[in-house]
Nanobody, 122 residues
Framework: VQLQASGGGLVQVGGSLRLSCAAS????????MGWFRQAPEKEREFVAA????????YYADSVKGRFTISRDNAKSTVYLQMNTLKPEDTAIYYC????????????????WGKGTQVTVSS
């Protein structure tokens, strides 16, 4: 599966952005999907995940209540709605796909998209 993330940009503190990740290739609905992020000089970290059939979700504590992950299997797309953004949310955001394992592991994903930059200005 090939992934392409989009929707990043510059936003002020408290603002919102919606990231999209379009998939092509193998059947999108077979994959668990996740969003990860990497800030400068930090390791890549988990943000949110959504399971492939039931649509179960879970989040990093740092974004719980502010971010929402969703998917549209008909459009082969996963979304990340980000509200009440904070400067510490500034990072490159990556979407990733995993065929078998749940919950997701940043070191075990099957495919990664190129990231999209999110910058939150104070």
């Amino acid at each position: 599966v090939q992934l392409q993330a989009s929707g990043g940009g510059l936003v002020q503190v408290g603002g919102s952005l919606r990231l999209s990740c379009a998939a092509s290739g193998r059947t999108f609905s077979m994959y668990h999907m996740g969003w990860f992020r990497q800030a400068p000089e930090k390791e890549r970290e988990f943000v949110a995940a959504i399971s492939r059939w039931s649509g179960d979700t879970y989040y990093a504590d740092s974004v719980k209540g502010r971010f929402t992950i969703s998917r549209d299997n008909a459009k082969s797309t996963v979304y990340l709605q980000m509200n009440t953004l904070k400067p510490e949310d500034t990072a490159i955001y990556y979407c990733a796909a995993e065929l078998a394992h749940w919950p997701l592991d940043v070191n075990g994903m099957d495919a990664w998209g190129k990231g999209t930059q999110v910058t939150v200005s104070s």
